[in-house]
């Protein structure tokens, strides 16, 4: 579907106005679910909760997960915990369902379980018990398995059985009668291969691939390995490798979207999800923080020129916005290269802290070196005095050393303390390094000036 | 397999040195080729060239393709024409192949593809002509097509007779005797449906799936569709929908890994792709741009100050870091969030600018308001006279305001102009605002002070 367009939203709010229920239903059996939900999403609460009785029943689950969170939180407070039980819960996979219930108020949630059949609260309770960031909440129970020594023919009838409950088929995972993983069998081979009626599964199946991921394993170590081996699902199993369920590579799509965006907006100094069409309010928010500790590192700088007597040296000042400046950018490079590392998998967690700051120290050496050179030539050509000049080149070697280490230092702290350590790419180095930057440059003027 | 171990390199070094082959091949005959990958992106030149020889050859195109650039790049420039042609892109999925062969010096390319198969030389020849960034230089040839009037058993042959050449089946695709896309046939339909001998393929497909791109539309669309509707393999067609390919789900996830870390590393001032264990100098080199424009920025920032009389007003120059600071990061804020909603594909391109400068204008006039009644607040509770405290207050009023709409505008146009917007969060808005900030500050200071 094209993106919507405002003719296409005005004849549809029409349409809703004066009821006209049959051809809505219509223009909905036709679309996508993630395409009725970019539609709903553009439309008012009430518009929502009206279309929401017109799209087919099947289909509204997969509605509701595509919603944005808002849209979604507005419309479940006006289902009655049944309908969020049958007409959602029950149609999707467990893994949105999963999702779907830790949105809701906690008693709320509660009361929604309670209406679930057995089968599906057993499943969603389990699910609900792994804590956010492991594999284990990120996977989905729907899958298709077969036994090792089962035939093929009776597998085939096994797989069309439980097919009824699994939207896409991605794998058909191969268990032993203790139901632990043996590999997976795909589709193609059990479709292609000319096989007997005796033929098992055993026959058919090489053991040839049997990646799986530990449930309480970090979902990065899920994301990296769907990567590394170009996997569409990943197998979960417990600690006696026992198969427990499957993670989609949609997910990690979702996933690894998240986290790209949490590390770029820490990066660009917003402290939450916005879009530029949200609300007034969420969009002042979401800029606040940074802007505030901005301020209170500008007090600070104040309050270390003031310490300076600025005005014997006022020419000192001329060169503040350089140095302050070149203390945050240098900071910012250096963390946002450890950021996307530790992000990537490329940098090993127990990596040595001693030899990487040493080459951040080669780095920042070379980069100084050059600056000052530059800065030395450039603002004694441009009739500063010598004096001046030299005091600025020597301390922008200073500040882009010091700010080379502490931007490297800092987020390999943060993540050995498991924080994340992308918050150093964000307001606290860049002020931090503004002003010590400055500290810095005074002190190296006033011993020039001695 | 877990992370290479030092003593797991010292051993292989060891062996490589030794020429124990035996050993070195049954330890490669058992990894996947993305952890042969992975070790030889660890080793010499020499050592990879070595092992190169000891990889089963049907596995070494899939080795190839998983190298890092520089370690590909070298190994290809010692093998022979024959061997690229035979070994590496006989062996790998058309898409890959073509990335091979735009990665080498043009008359070396001519010359390999020289030394393929006639059917081989074709399908690669077709997939070079389609220009990087479209769907089409995205896509590989090697997909499995059954024809709407087929009888199933007469498809499964064609499969099985089709599937030699295809790593994984994602999707059959159904097309009609003029090879134009009419579906999808998911295996699961195929292999779960009973059937008679006398079904024909249109017996069992419905015609509920008929997504796919076109081959000269842009690879924002692919990432786009495909994360929409969570799709494993996008059919790409021409215009007259007849099917020429398909994308996976695994060249997408890695587009959109290439895409954040480029918006990430323009977003913290590096030019380029580095990684911590790369060479000290390409380290160096892809922060100095940056640093360069961040000095000239200061040279700026020099003059600036310089032509307002610092010396008559020497308490203006305490607050000189907050301004810049300030100007630096609302602009940045402003421009991430344009940036991010473009790469999402949530911001039109066609969305009218005026509204969305107008809505920035209110965002920001709410942000400076808060600022300058909080700074007005601490700087004159700090002791700071009251005509400074006044005149900060009010130039942080005009420079976020300024600055935000600087960095909404800015990205915009750049898009407009086909131009990667997310240039506009690196050097240039920053460094632009650091000093059109200044400006602002000391015109409002000069105002103050008359």
Same mark, same amino acid.
Request: aromatic letters at 6%; one cysteine or more.
């Given at each position: ?25 219509? !223009? ?15 439309? @008012? ?16 689950? @997969? ?31 467990? =893994?949105? %369902? %999963? ?17 679930? @059949? ?11 018990? +792994? ?13 298709? !398995? ?13 797989? !069309? ?11 058909? +995972? ?23 009626? !005796? ?16 449930? =309480? ?32 590579? =949609? ?48 007090? %600070? ?21 350089? #140095? ?10 250096? %963390? ?97 390094? =503004?002003? #010590?930057?400055?500290?810095? +440059? ?9």
């Amino acid at each position: 579907m094209e993106e919507l367009s405002r003719t296409y939203l005005e004849t549809l709010k029409e349409e809703i106005a004066t009821q006209q229920d049959n051809r809505l239903q219509v !223009r909905f059996a036709e679309l996508h679910p993630a395409d009725i939900a970019e539609t709903l999403n553009r439309l @008012d609460e009430e518009e929502v909760q009206y279309l929401w009785k017109l799209i087919d029943i099947e289909t509204r689950g @997969d509605v509701l997960i595509e919603l944005e969170e808002d849209v979604r939180e507005s419309l479940l407070a006006q289902l009655t915990n049944h309908e969020i039980a049958t007409e959602v819960l029950e149609q999707i996979d467990s =893994d949105d %369902a %999963a999702d779907v219930v830790s949105e809701l108020p906690e008693d709320r949630a509660q009361q929604v379980i309670e209406q679930l @059949d057995n089968a599906d609260r057993e499943d969603l309770l389990t699910l609900l018990r +792994y804590p956010e960031g492991t594999a284990g909440a990120l996977m989905g129970t729907e899958l298709i !398995r077969v036994e090792l020594d089962w035939t093929v023919s009776h597998a085939i009838r096994e797989m !069309r059985r439980q097919a009824e409950d699994v939207d896409t088929v991605h794998s058909v +995972y191969v268990v032993n009668a203790a139901g632990q993983l043996i590999g997976r069998l795909s589709l193609k081979r059990l479709l292609l291969t000319a096989t007997s009626t !005796r033929s098992t599964i055993g026959d058919l199946f090489k053991e040839d691939d049997t990646r799986a991921v530990k449930v =309480d394993e970090p979902d990065v170590t899920v994301v990296q390995l769907m990567k590394k081996y170009d996997l569409v699902a990943l197998p979960v199993v417990d600690d006696h490798n026992r198969l427990l369920g499957r993670i989609t590579v =949609d997910d990690v799509l979702d996933l690894m979207e998240e986290e790209a965006e949490k590390d770029y907006q820490l990066a660009s100094g917003l402290s939450d999800d916005v879009e530029s069409d949200d609300a007034l309010w969420d969009m002042t928010r979401a800029r606040l923080p940074w802007l505030l500790i901005g301020l209170f590192g500008g007090l %600070a700088g104040a309050y270390v020129i003031g310490a300076f007597d600025i005005a014997r040296f006022p020419s000192m000042a001329l060169f503040i916005p350089l #140095i302050a400046a070149m203390g945050g950018n240098v900071g910012v490079q250096s %963390a946002a290269i450890v950021v996307q590392g530790l992000a990537a998998g490329r940098s090993p967690r127990d990596a040595r802290l001693v030899p990487r700051l040493l080459k951040e120290l080669s780095v920042a050496l070379l980069n100084g070196t050059i600056c000052a050179v530059v800065i030395l030539g450039a603002s004694t050509a441009l009739g500063y005095s010598w004096n001046l000049s030299l005091t600025v080149s020597l301390a922008l070697i200073v500040v882009i050393i010091f700010a080379a280490l502490f931007g490297t230092f800092v987020p390999l702290t943060l993540d050995r303390f498991k924080i994340d350590p992308a918050l150093a790419t964000g307001p606290f180095i860049t002020t931090a390094n =503004d002003i #010590i930057g400055l500290i810095i +440059y005074f002190e190296i003027g006033v011993l020039m000036a001695a």
